[in-house]
């Protein structure tokens, strides 16, 4: 059974500063990994999608890796803003289970 | 273009009673997904239909949830009868074809007394 584990839970930094998200899962036999953000109250917003086959994925200031061998992610975020404040949330669609698992995220607070 | 639409955004109800919750996925999307979102977790997977088959239920607590996708588009997930536990968030996503990247709707946020 596939699980996904996210860490930190929560990082708080101020504004400005590079930071990196972590994500872990236990079965390495995926298809692709999904980035997503979280706001409040609100829908899961598509950052990022890491195909099996690729080393990572860049848009904007987010850059995304993916180390498929050793069951790792990892989503940088430059020159971080306060409204990169948000749950980010980390998913990987397994072949054995044909589907997207999600970890329980990082809530992320960039102070002014 | 139009992303996944979904109603209501809110629902409150009395355990026991029953609940319809509605989605519209992207034009053109194939597969369609419902997932059930608890405070502080991350999403679970309940349904996901590729046209208007289902691909994998597994997850899906039968004796109280059912969903269908007529015509291959809109879905509808009901809940009868609602228990507490069933207060959370429920997404509903889309994608071209399984495996692809999915997008999700604002989601219905279901509060059960």
């Known amino acids: 059974k596939q699980e996904v584990t996210q860490i930190p839970a929560a990082l708080s930094v101020p504004e400005g500063e590079n930071l990196v998200l972590n994500c872990s899962f236990t079965?390495?036999?995926?298809?692709?990994l999904q980035w997503f953000r979280q706001d409040p109250g609100k829908g899961l917003t598509s950052l990022l999608l890491i195909q099996s086959s690729q080393r990572e994925q860049t848009s904007g200031r987010l850059n995304a890796s993916l180390d498929k061998s050793s069951g790792r992610s990892t989503l940088y975020i430059a020159a971080s803003q306060p409204g990169d404040s948000a749950t980010y949330l980390c998913a990987v669609f397994s072949g054995s289970a044909r589907q997207l698992t999600f970890g329980s995220g990082t809530q992320l607070t960039v102070l002014p | 273009e139009a992303g996944v639409a979904q109603s209501p955004r809110y629902k409150i109800i009395e355990k026991r009673q029953s609940v319809a919750f509605w989605c519209n996925p992207i034009s053109g999307h194939a597969t369609l997904y419902w997932y059930q979102q608890i405070l502080g977790q991350g999403p679970k997977l309940l349904i996901q239909?590729?046209?208007?088959?289902?691909?994998?239920d597994s997850q899906l607590p039968k004796d109280r949830f059912s969903a269908e996708r007529l015509k291959g588009v809109d879905s509808t997930l009901k809940i009868q009868p609602a228990k507490l536990e069933d207060s959370a968030v429920y997404l509903c996503?889309?994608?071209?074809?399984?495996?692809?990247?999915?997008?999700f709707g604002p989601g219905t946020r279901l509060t059960v007394l």
């Open positions: 996503a889309s994608s071209l074809v399984l495996r692809d990247e999915q997008f």
């Open positions: 239909f590729q046209n208007n088959g289902v691909v994998d």
């Open positions: 079965d390495s036999a995926i298809y692709n």
